[in-house]
Structures are given as structure tokens and as C-alpha cells.
């Protein structure tokens, strides 16, 4: 399985990004899919998490309400709308596939995993 994330770069507080991930290998349709990040200095984090339908969706409360996760099964992949940034959101975006079926906010759950986009919120 392989996972290209894309869609990182630099942007004010207040604005919007809207991040890819293009899945190949796997039966993506099947698989869950979820967003990680991770700061400088700090350990990875859960942001966001979809079903392999798209019809369930979970988020870390840090972005509830202004992250929103996506996934067009014709296309392979899943995407992160991401709006009102701040810039506690500047971090190393990775996007992580899992063959169960259940959402999961543990890094434990994904097998698969993209290389990372970085993103940069200034204030």
C-alpha cells in the first residue's frame, strides 16, 4: 500500500488548506482512513478519522468543527479540508490507512502510512 499526501504549505491564521491523499495497493473503499500531525517537539496526533463508506466521521475536539474530513472511492483517495487554521495547526500532516473496519483515534490501529505534508500556519 502506498499513501501520497499532499496539499501542505504556508498560510495565514484564519485561512484554508485543503490537504490529499491518493491510496494505491489496497481496496481503498474498504479501508478506513485517518489524519495524523505531528509538531515539532511533540508526539504524533489523531486528527481526524472516516469510514471506509465516508458516512462516519470522527475528530480530535482541537479541530471539531473546523476540519473536515473526506473520501472519493472512485479516485483513491481521502482529503482534510481545513479551515480557520491557527497556528497550532502548523505540523507534519500524515494520512494513515487501516484494514479494520472500526474508526480509530490510535496510531496502533493504522498500518499504512503516508509520508507527510508539512503545514505552516503564521500568525
Known amino acids: 500500500v502506498q499513501l501520497q499526501a499532499s496539499g501542505g504549505g504556508l498560510v495565514q491564521a484564519g485561512g484554508s488548506l485543503r490537504l490529499s491523499c491518493a491510496a494505491s495497493?489496497?481496496?481503498?473503499?474498504?479501508?478506513?482512513m485517518g489524519w495524523f500531525r505531528q509538531a515539532p517537539g511533540k508526539e504524533r496526533e489523531f486528527v481526524a478519522t472516516?469510514?471506509?463508506?465516508?458516512?462516519?466521521?470522527y475528530y480530535a475536539d482541537s479541530v471539531k468543527g473546523r476540519f473536515t474530513i473526506s473520501r472519493d472511492n472512485a479516485k483513491s483517495t481521502v482529503y482534510l479540508q481545513m479551515n480557520t487554521l491557527k497556528s497550532e495547526d502548523t505540523a507534519v500532516y500524515y494520512c494513515a490507512s487501516a484494514g479494520g473496519s472500526g474508526l480509530s483515534k490510535l496510531m496502533a490501529a493504522y498500518d499504512y502510512w503516508g509520508q507527510g505534508t508539512q503545514v505552516t500556519v503564521s500568525s
Open positions: 472516516i469510514s471506509w463508506s465516508g458516512g462516519s466521521t
Open positions: 495497493g489496497r481496496t481503498f473503499s474498504r479501508s478506513v
